[in-house]
């Protein structure tokens, strides 16, 4: 049987930034991943790699991402629809760009499954601990988001 994952990822130490990470919190603390493993991936895009394998089924990617949207409005697309616009000098453990690291990984030839992102709009990004108004007030429609694709 081939296991699915939904996959935060951020920074608790930038404010909106977590909200993957309080997700994944979230789900685990109340037994929500019935049929799925929720894993806290924080900053480091590099471990993708080890959940890209044939025995992964599905992948759901949720982070921030500045889409020119309403903060704190979300969609989901698979990572062919999109493009990165991050800055980086290499892919490296500590500053990453999923998308770049899904490329890596497809030129080294890992088996590729099955992958969903799910991109939140931030808010504020700071350096504080916490998440805006805005998020907080949609916590729970992330939750039920994640659950439908996680439970489909």
Known sequence: MKLNYMIGIGN??????????KLV????????????????LSG?????????????????????????MAPGEFKTFVPEDVRSEKELSNIT???????KVLALAKKTGH????????????????????????LLKKFNSYVEKILSIMNS
């Open 93 to 99: 453990s500590h500053e990453g760009d999923i998308l």
């Open 12 to 21: 608790y130490s930038m404010f909106d930034d977590s909200i993957a990470l």
């Open 111 to 134: 088996y590729i499954p099955d992958i969903l992102i799910m991109g939140i709009q931030p808010e504020i990004i700071k350096p504080e601990f916490g998440l805006s108004e805005t």
């Open 25 to 40: 919190e979230h789900i685990c603390e109340n037994n929500l991943d019935n049929n799925f493993q929720a894993v806290d």
């Open 44 to 68: 480091n895009s590099m471990n993708l790699l080890t959940y890209l394998n044939e025995s992964t089924g599905r992948i759901l990617l949720v982070d921030t991402a500045d889409m020119d």
